[in-house]
Nanobody, 124 residues
Framework: VQLVESGGGLVQPGGSLRLSCAAS????????MGWYRQHRGKQRELVAT???????EYTDSVKGRFIISRDDSKNTVYMRMNSLKPEDTAVYYC???????????????????WGQGTQVTVSS
């Protein structure tokens, strides 16, 4: 099982991007899905999460601008980022926890998984 991210890139201030992260493999269930980011020289920080039941949480700096969603039929989490600011520039990492999957009919469990990271740069 692995997470594959896409959607990062360069955008001007005020622009928008949509990040996607798909979990590959024979997925049975995923609890929380979310996005973290890491600014250069700083620790990784939580951006947004969406629970299996659909509830969402956002860090204060992105509230009203970012929208997180998930499609469990595709084992994919999305994050729509609007009104982007230069301070949103960072490497964004996909995150899932309590993932159940099967390998040759055997049920497996991972406490958490991380994507490889995708660069988002907001600059004119």
């Amino acid at each position: 099982v692995q997470l594959v991210e896409s959607g990062g890139g360069l955008v001007q201030p005020g622009g928008s991007l949509r990040l996607s992260c798909a979990a590959s493999g024979n997925i049975v269930s995923i609890s929380t899905m979310g996005w973290y980011r890491q600014h250069r020289g700083k620790q990784r920080e939580l951006v947004a999460t969406v629970a299996r039941a659909g509830s969402t949480e956002y860090t204060d700096s992105v509230k009203g601008r970012f929208i997180i969603s998930r499609d469990d039929s595709k084992n994919t989490v999305y994050m729509r980022m609007n009104s982007l600011k230069p301070e949103d520039t960072a490497v964004y990492y996909c995150y899932v926890d309590h993932i159940m999957y099967t390998v040759e009919r055997t049920m497996e469990y991972e406490r958490e998984l991380w994507g490889q990271g995708t660069q988002v740069t907001v600059s004119s």
